[in-house]
């Protein structure tokens, strides 16, 4: 049996290299994110709970959840098995099941779209929460995924509660999208000084 020992300078090289990733994949998902929320303003800003979605919402709303699942998957790839790993398969599984709820509830309404969402949300946010607060330790700079794990969690619950409300709406929903973008922009500039602390 061969065995690997992980010198400082090897594992000083694989943090750097997984923070790198991890800041690539989070400026991927701001992109989207903000895409995501300009379709989804521009073509549902003024439906309501008891409409029906829009043939582009119900795509919206069915691809969010199932990106998701591949930027964790890319997330996985990246840091590789640990701690977070379970959370991570947790994730994806949830992801998955919230797609196929998605595709059955677009054909219904919007309050049963909104329903749908934020359990996903509150869920997904609680995951992120606990891997950002495993992953402190070892690459750092986690304190915006932290906050925005929680913030997701809060704003799960309140879809979950307005959605049988007669005056939500899908506009709700891309606010929720750009806070995410803007707590991943946090996240990757804090690894961006981080990584360059460690480098002098």
């Keep these: 049996m061969t065995q690997t020992t992980m010198t400082p300078n090897t594992t000083t090289t694989t943090t750097a290299t997984t923070s790198s990733g991890l800041r690539s994949l989070y400026l991927i998902r701001i992109a989207f994110s903000l895409i995501w929320v300009a ?100 690459v750092g700079a986690q304190w915006p995924m932290i906050i925005s794990g929680g913030l997701s969690v809060l704003a799960g619950a309140s879809f979950a509660a307005m959605s049988a409300s007669a005056t939500s709406s899908l506009s709700t929903l891309a606010g929720y999208s750009a806070f995410g973008a803007f707590w991943y922009l946090a996240s990757a500039t804090t690894l961006t000084i981080r990584n360059r602390h460690e480098q002098r």
């Design 39 to 138: 379709l989804l303003h521009t073509t549902s800003a003024s439906l309501m709970a008891a409409d029906r979605p829009t043939v582009t919402a119900a795509v919206l709303l069915v691809i969010y959840p199932l990106w998701d699942v591949i930027a964790t998957l890319l997330e996985r790839r990246l840091a590789g098995t640990g701690p977070t790993d379970r959370a991570r398969t947790t994730n994806i599984a949830l992801g998955l099941t919230t797609t196929a709820g998605m595709i059955i509830a677009v054909f219904s309404t919007i309050g049963t779209s909104l329903l749908v969402f934020g359990i996903w949300a509150l869920l997904s946010g609680a995951i992120q929460l606990v891997m950002a607060i495993r992953r402190r330790h070892t």
